[in-house]
């Protein structure tokens, strides 16, 4: 199988890539513009003996994403996966902090780049075909510092109930997976020193979970064991999970 995945270069995308790559897929990593992370992804899913093709450039622009659903195809033969992960987040103190500017930013990069792949993907995703899109806890419990990017999170749900609706008399399953707090380097990126310090203690699990957590998620539900299986998210998050 050959799969496209948006954010892929690190953390939950880098995860999903090795193990896609593990189960015999090849994989197409588009990323925006860290390089160095792309090139090791690359060097994982190779090391898997799987092909890799690497697409740098920003999904939010509906041109470029039908262009990485296009070097896909031309570069890997196919598209039968699609996964939608690539996102960004701005922490804000007070809700007056969050700007039209940022809203529009977050939910191009989250939301729209969605739209965007899928639109293209469908020239191509047939019977068998499957979409994952990353969802998020803070979609279906909101968070009190991400007030943009939990929306975006809750738009994505509703998205893939949405297409799954649409595109079930195709064949073609949608799903996602709502990862809890996971280390990835969009965590210390993002938030202070304390907050980073604490970061997954509020789960029933006390910890925070890692990208290899929640790769198999993904992994399940592309394949034909999933068969039966869509509209649904998947919830990782360590048995639950209180907004800071």
Known sequence: ???????????????VAVHFAREG?????????????AEATRDMVQDAGR???????????????????????????????????????HPVDAPEDVTPEQVE?????????????????LEHLGEGGSIINTGSVTGARGHAELLDYAS??????????????????RGIRVNAVAPGPIWTPLIPATFDEDKVDKFGNN?????????A?????YVFLASQDASFITGQIIHVNGGGHVSA
């Open 1 to 15: 199988m050959v799969a496209l995945i948006s954010g892929g270069d690190s953390g939950i995308g880098r995860a």
């Open 25 to 37: 897929a090849d994989v197409a990593i588009a990323y925006l513009e860290e390089d160095a992370d």
């Open 51 to 89: 092909r890799c093709e690497l697409i740098r450039g920003d999904l939010g622009d509906p041109a470029h994403a039908r262009s990485a659903v296009e070097r896909t195809v031309d570069k890997l033969g196919k598209l039968d996966i699609l996964v939608n992960n690539a996102a960004e987040q």
């Open 105 to 121: 930013k977050t939910f191009r990069s989250n939301v729209f780049a969605c739209f965007h792949l899928i639109q293209a993907a």
């Open 152 to 169: 975006t999170k809750g738009a994505i749900q509703a998205m893939t109930f949405s297409y799954a609706q649409r595109l079930a008399e």
């Open 203 to 211: 789960t029933l699990m006390k910890r925070a979970g890692q990208p």
């Open 213 to 217: 957590e929640v790769a198999p998620a």
